[in-house]
């Protein structure tokens, strides 16, 4: 087992800070504001990806039998673009570290891949798609995307977007020890999180939060509006940021307002009923979901089916476009974000008939 996390998970967080020499703790920005707060516009450079990247010819199940050989513990398939800001805070700040390199180049080969790519890959089954056709199967809809992959060829974790270095950290060891199979990743992490003491914390009010009780049932009396629901923690700093900057921004509280809204601890024992009717209490119904990032955001269709869940790094602009997809009841004809991406990116490029474009829409 890896010193890192494990020392984390037995060892409340400030022992385990005076444990680390100054430099240390000064050089992970895993604290840094810029980690929740930065412009998330496409950029105007291309991504870069780190030279150990492995060069792949994208066959997968060669580059999994590859990694075993070396006497890695699996394969990481990474789902990227080439102007993603959350792409680029992966490689520029997670990968910038040291330990999370290393510890990454030793258990894990890296497979890259574009999401709007149509260069060919063969999955694990054996299926030829294009890199775009495979990201759509897989369900990535948010980038950087990573799906961890066992040495049977099994998902072991799954990440939709940026986490900072520490749940990244997390994620490495959860996989490369073999957590996956006797745990989830949020008992994983409640474990090692010293500051999750699973007692109600203050959390950030806002006006437009309905109060309890918490009867969502929308199967039975079905809505006219969609529903966001906002699991959060006391103590979260990326909590703070969302309330503070996203949330403030007008044209973001403008479309939040047509949206049917609550807010819930996600470790409290606060009773909720669920949109498809069960009853159960916020923490319960988190774990359910498999939440462990807060703030995590979910949407649920007027008859409590979900939409699509924000639970990773969020900004305006990736906000912006999930609400756009929400309010504009694109999940009715399109049930696939990713896919209402490509739709909306092919209509803007009109390519001729028999043309293969490469889209690299605005994420």
């Not at 999994?64 to 792409?87: D, I, N, S």
């Amino acid at each position: 087992m890896t010193p890192f996390f494990s020392l984390i998970a037995a060892v409340p967080v400030a022992a385990l800070l005076s444990l680390l020499p100054p430099a240390a703790i000064a050089q992970d920005p895993q604290d840094s504001y810029d980690l929740y707060s930065f412009d998330d516009s496409p950029r105007d450079e291309p991504l870069a990806y780190p030279d150990w990247f492995k060069e792949s010819f994208l066959y997968l199940d060669d580059d999994l039998q590859e990694a075993l050989k070396t006497g890695k513990r699996g394969l990481m398939v990474y789902f990227g673009q080439k102007r993603c800001v959350y792409c680029y805070k992966l490689m520029e700040v997670n990968f910038g570290l040291a330990d999370i390199a290393e510890y990454t180049r030793r258990h894990f080969d890296v497979v890259p891949l574009d999401i709007w790519s149509v260069e060919e890959v063969t999955g694990l089954d054996g299926e030829v798609t294009t890199s775009r056709e495979y990201s759509l199967k897989t369900g990535t809809n948010f980038t950087p995307s990573i799906i961890f992959y066992d040495a049977e060829g099994r998902e072991a974790l799954r990440l939709r977007g940026y986490y900072p270095p520490y749940q990244f950290r997390a994620a490495l060891e959860f996989v490369a020890d073999g957590h996956y199979r006797r745990e989830s990743f949020r008992q994983y992490l409640a474990r090692g999180e010293g500051r999750m003491v699973f007692e109600p914390g203050d959390l950030n009010e806002e006006d437009f939060f309905a109060a309890p009780p918490f009867n969502l049932d929308r199967r039975r009396l079905p809505s006219d509006r969609p529903l966001a629901v906002f699991f959060e923690q006391g103590d979260c700093h990326a909590c703070d940021v969302l309330h503070g900057e996203a949330l403030r921004e007008p044209e973001i509280y403008r479309l939040f307002d047509r949206l049917d809204l609550v807010q819930l601890d996600m470790w409290a024992e606060t009773p909720v009923v669920t949109p498809g009717g069960e009853r159960t209490t916020a923490r319960g119904w988190a774990e359910s979901l498999g939440l462990f990032y807060a703030p995590s955001i979910i949407f649920f269709d007027e008859k409590g089916g979900e939409i699509l869940r924000l639970d990773s790094v969020v900004r305006f602009h990736r906000l912006h476009n999930v609400l756009d997809y929400v309010l504009s009841r694109a999940y009715l004809t399109e049930p696939n974000f990713q896919s209402w991406r490509v739709m909306h990116a092919n209509r803007a490029l009109r390519p001729t008939p028999g043309e293969l474009v490469e889209i690299h829409p605005r994420d």
